[in-house]
């Protein structure tokens, strides 16, 4: 059963910083993109970054030079690494595999793109 489960979230001030994990099971990440989502209430889900089976990383504007994605494919993890957070990246982060042709390569950043869900992991930047 293929499953993905993030980890990482937490309350921080801003400024700060947190490490986000997207961990598999019952499939290898090896060969699959992963791309990052966040879901603030009473908001739709909007993309936040995605990176490619050959380790190419792609980021909306709101986080770039702030967030980067990476993967170590030996623990079948991608991980987000946000610094610098601000109030306004609170959400619930998810990530999820592209349900396209080809699930090496990134799709563009919209949720219809992107399926098996995990249940999310809350980041609360606040002071």
């Known amino acids: 059963q293929v499953q993905l489960v993030e980890s990482g979230g937490g309350l921080v001030e801003p400024g700060g910083s947190l490490r986000l994990s997207c961990t598999a099971s019952?499939?290898?990440?090896?060969?699959?993109?992963i791309g990052w989502f966040r879901q603030a209430p009473g908001k739709e889900r909007e993309g936040v970054s995605c990176?490619?089976?050959?380790?190419?990383?792609y980021y909306v504007d709101s986080v770039k030079g702030r967030f980067t994605i990476s993967r170590d494919n030996a623990k079948n993890t991608v991980y987000l690494q946000a610094n610098s957070l601000k109030p306004e990246d609170t959400a619930v982060y998810y990530c999820?595999?592209?349900?396209?042709?080809?699930?090496?390569?990134?799709?563009?950043?919209?949720?219809?793109?992107?399926?098996?869900w995990g249940q999310g992991t809350q980041v609360t930047v606040s002071s």
């Open positions: 999820g595999t592209p349900v396209g042709r080809f699930p090496y390569l990134c799709p563009h950043l919209e949720s219809s793109e992107y399926g098996n």
């Open positions: 019952g499939f290898t990440l090896d060969n699959w993109s």
């Open positions: 990176i490619t089976a050959y380790n190419e990383g």
